[in-house]
């Protein structure tokens, strides 16, 4: 048995870390390994208590070495990124010295304006591989002096029909209801007001899927009293293709994102997205994307009053053909190729 562990805040949950790792554990199998995940949080094979995001004393070094202790590799999901705990970074990273690691780097400290003067992270050493998610991240590594590969996301791409087709009417929404998704967490980057204000704009409901985190709840709350709009708030926990086929767009106004996967997972469930111009969505529209903008609300408005298939399905193909979870393995293979790593 040849065991690969991912390490991370938290694992399991609804968050972009956790739904990417999912997706590399997937990869990862197919090529011989099996997984286990460890995390302060969240349905994980493995706690180890001090690597939550709110944890109050760093990790035990020995119970964390004990929870990787079968690892032949490790994947830390960006816990060695993000400053959100330095003394589980700091932790994790001296657990992993020596061993054969992948750092999966989202969100790097100087991409946030309140980070940008923390310099601990990332750590490297020789016997790790350091992977970005985007173009952008990769070359501000190398930047700073640390080869990094890139590896974009991957998704999904069956179509399968879900399993709660009665959404619409769970959430005591009307069959011709004009719905605009926003499948974030609500923080502030997200960009709230903006997406409440297209849905004012086009009366539509505003569906907001996630819960309020890092202190943003009573600005949240403050938001929703004051839109102009019908507000459905959080998603039941269901198959998320029944939330998108509940959905008629998907909204995404974030000012900055690592990625941002809802607009491509809209690509692949025939879903229009109107997206903020962050830097790596002009990334991703370089592949092909042709999203609505979120500046004014007239473009996405008249294509849902006049719907053009043709967009959807050229959408759905730039998606399949540079995010889909093949092209994303054929990635990590070779990068594990490279290091020598294939079980």
């Known amino acids: 048995m040849v065991v690969c562990a991912f390490v991370s805040f938290r694992l399991g949950l609804t968050d972009g870390v956790s739904v990417v790792t999912g997706?590399?554990?997937?990869?990862?199998?197919?090529?011989?390994?099996?997984?286990?995940t460890v995390a302060g949080e969240g349905p994980v094979d493995r706690t180890v208590a001090g690597l939550e995001l709110a944890a109050t004393n760093p990790p035990d070094l020995d119970e964390l070495r004990a929870a990787l202790a079968?690892?032949?590799?490790?994947?830390?999901?960006?816990?060695?990124?993000?400053?959100?705990?330095?003394?589980?970074?700091?932790?994790?990273?001296?657990?992993?010295?020596?061993?054969?690691?992948?750092?999966?780097?989202?969100?790097?400290?100087?991409?946030?304006?309140?980070?940008?003067?923390?310099?601990?992270?990332?750590?490297?050493?020789?016997?790790?591989?350091?992977?970005?998610?985007?173009?952008?991240?990769?070359?501000?590594?190398?930047?700073?002096?640390?080869?990094?590969?890139?590896?974009?996301?991957?998704?999904?791409?069956?179509?399968?029909?879900?399993?709660?087709?009665?959404?619409?009417?769970?959430?005591?929404?009307?069959?011709?209801?004009?719905?605009?998704?926003?499948?974030v967490r609500a923080i502030e980057r997200k960009n709230v007001p903006r997406a409440i204000a297209i849905a004012e704009e086009l009366d539509a409901t505003y569906w907001l899927w996630g819960p309020a985190e890092d202190g943003y709840g009573a600005e949240l709350s403050r938001i929703l009293d004051r839109a102009r709009c019908r507000v459905?708030?959080?998603?039941?926990?269901?198959?998320?293709?029944?939330?998108?086929?509940?959905?008629?767009?998907?909204?995404?106004?974030?000012?900055?994102?690592?990625?941002?996967?809802?607009?491509?997972?809209?690509?692949?469930?025939?879903?229009?997205?109107?997206?903020?111009?962050?830097?790596?969505?002009?990334e991703l529209c370089r592949l092909g994307f042709r999203w609505f903008p979120t500046n004014d609300a007239g473009p996405l408005g008249r294509f849902l009053a006049d719907p053009d298939p043709a967009l959807l399905t050229h959408n759905r193909n730039v998606a399949r053909t540079h995010l889909s979870l093949k092209s994303m393995t054929e990635a990590i293979r070779a990068l594990f190729d490279e290091a020598g790593w294939i079980p």
């Open 23 to 36: 997706h590399w554990q997937r990869a990862v199998e197919s090529m011989g390994f099996d997984t286990v």
């Open 70 to 183: 079968d690892a032949d590799l490790i994947v830390v999901e960006n816990l060695c990124t993000i400053p959100l705990n330095l003394p589980a970074a700091h932790a994790v990273a001296e657990v992993c010295v020596g061993r054969p690691t992948v750092m999966h780097h989202h969100d790097p400290p100087w991409q946030r304006a309140h980070f940008a003067h923390i310099t601990d992270l990332p750590i490297d050493n020789p016997a790790w591989r350091h992977v970005t998610i985007n173009d952008l991240t990769r070359d501000q590594f190398q930047d700073r002096g640390i080869d990094a590969v890139r590896i974009y996301n991957g998704f999904p791409t069956d179509t399968r029909p879900g399993t709660s087709p009665e959404l619409r009417a769970i959430l005591d929404i009307a069959p011709d209801e004009v719905v605009l998704a926003h499948p």
């Open 232 to 282: 459905v708030h959080l998603a039941p926990d269901v198959d998320p293709i029944d939330l998108y086929q509940a959905a008629n767009a998907v909204l995404f106004p974030s000012t900055w994102e690592g990625f941002g996967n809802p607009p491509v997972e809209a690509a692949m469930h025939d879903l229009p997205a109107a997206v903020g111009p962050y830097p790596v969505a002009d």
